[in-house]
C-alpha cells in the first residue's frame, strides 16, 4: 500500500512568487493534515480537512496561504506571495475517520517525505 | 497551546552505549506518542502511551510515561547505527485531532 506522498520534494522560489505544494493522502484515508517546520522550530499544525471540508484551520499563518481539497483526495497548498519567512519543511499527514468510541490517542496520522520550500 | 520540552536537544554516543531522551510539559497529557524522523523522510510513529505509569518496550527501545502523565521517557539500550535520527515527542491537543510537538532529539550513533 503506498504511503502519503508529496510533490514537489523541493521547491526554491523567490519571494513575491507563488507556489503550490500537493499531498495524496493513503486511500481511504478521510482525515488530511498540514503542518510545517520551521527551521529551528517544532513542527506546527496549519490545518485539517476531513474529506472536502476544512475541519480547523487554526494554524494557517495568514491569508498567504489557501488549503483545497476538492474531491476529498488530495490536497494542495497555495502560497501566494511567498515570503522569506515561510521557508520550512510542510508536511502532510492521513489518518482514518475514527469509529466511534475510539479514542483519540490510538488515531495514527501517517506523515509524508514532506516538501522543503526555500524562498530566496 | 501545550508546549512539550524536549532533552537533550542533541545526542552523540558510540555503538552498544545505552541513552535515555525525555519530553515534558506543564500541562498534562492526554496521551503521549514518540515519533522517529530520517534525513528526507516524515515522522514515524513509534509507539502510543496513554495510562499513567505505562511502560512499553519496543525491541531495544523502551518507552515510559509518568504517573502524573506531564513527562515521559524514551530509553535505548545498546544503541545501533541504525538508530540515528531525531526523535520527536507529541501530544493531541486539548482534545483536537492536531498534533502539538516537540524540537526533537537529534540522535547521533557513532559505528
Known amino acids: 500500500e503506498a504511503g502519503v506522498t508529496q510533490f514537489p520534494s523541493h521547491s526554491v522560489i523567490e519571494k513575491g512568487q507563488t507556489v503550490t505544494l500537493r499531498c495524496d493522502p493513503i486511500?481511504?484515508?478521510?482525515?488530511l493534515y498540514w503542518y510545517r517546520r520551521v527551521m529551528g522550530k517544532e513542527i506546527k499544525f496549519l490545518l485539517h480537512?476531513?474529506?472536502?471540508?476544512?475541519?480547523?484551520e487554526s494554524g494557517m499563518p495568514n491569508n498567504r496561504f489557501l488549503a483545497e481539497r476538492t474531491g476529498g483526495t488530495y490536497s494542495t497548498l497555495k502560497v501566494q506571495p511567498a515570503e522569506l519567512e515561510d521557508s520550512g519543511v510542510y508536511f502532510c499527514?492521513?489518518?482514518?475517520?475514527?469509529?466511534?468510541?475510539?479514542?483519540?490517542?490510538?488515531?495514527?496520522?501517517?506523515f509524508g517525505p514532506g516538501t522543503r520550500l526555500t524562498v530566496l | 497551546t501545550q508546549l512539550l520540552e524536549q532533552s537533550p536537544q542533541f545526542l552523540s554516543i558510540q555503538e552498544g552505549e545505552n541513552l535515555t531522551v525525555y519530553c515534558n510539559s506543564s500541562?498534562?497529557?492526554?496521551?503521549l506518542q514518540w515519533y522517529r524522523q530520517e534525513p528526507g523522510e516524515g515522522p514515524v510513529l513509534l509507539v502510543t502511551?496513554?495510562?499513567?505509569?505505562e511502560v512499553k518496550k519496543l525491541k531495544r527501545l523502551t518507552f515510559q510515561f509518568g504517573d502524573a502523565r506531564k513527562d515521559s521517557s524514551l530509553h535505548i539500550t545498546a544503541a545501533q547505527p541504525g538508530d540515528t535520527g531525531l526523535y520527536l515527542c507529541?501530544?493531541?491537543?486539548?482534545?483536537?485531532?492536531?498534533?502539538?510537538f516537540g524540537k526533537g532529539t537529534k540522535l547521533t550513533v557513532n559505528p
Open positions: 486511500s481511504g484515508h478521510d482525515n
Open positions: 480537512f476531513v474529506k472536502e471540508s476544512k475541519q480547523d
Open positions: 500541562s498534562v497529557f492526554s496521551s
Open positions: 507529541a501530544s493531541p491537543q486539548g482534545g483536537s485531532e492536531k498534533l502539538v
Open positions: 499527514a492521513s489518518s482514518q475517520v475514527r469509529s466511534s468510541g475510539w479514542p483519540l490517542s490510538y488515531n495514527e496520522q501517517f
Open positions: 502511551v496513554v495510562t499513567g505509569g
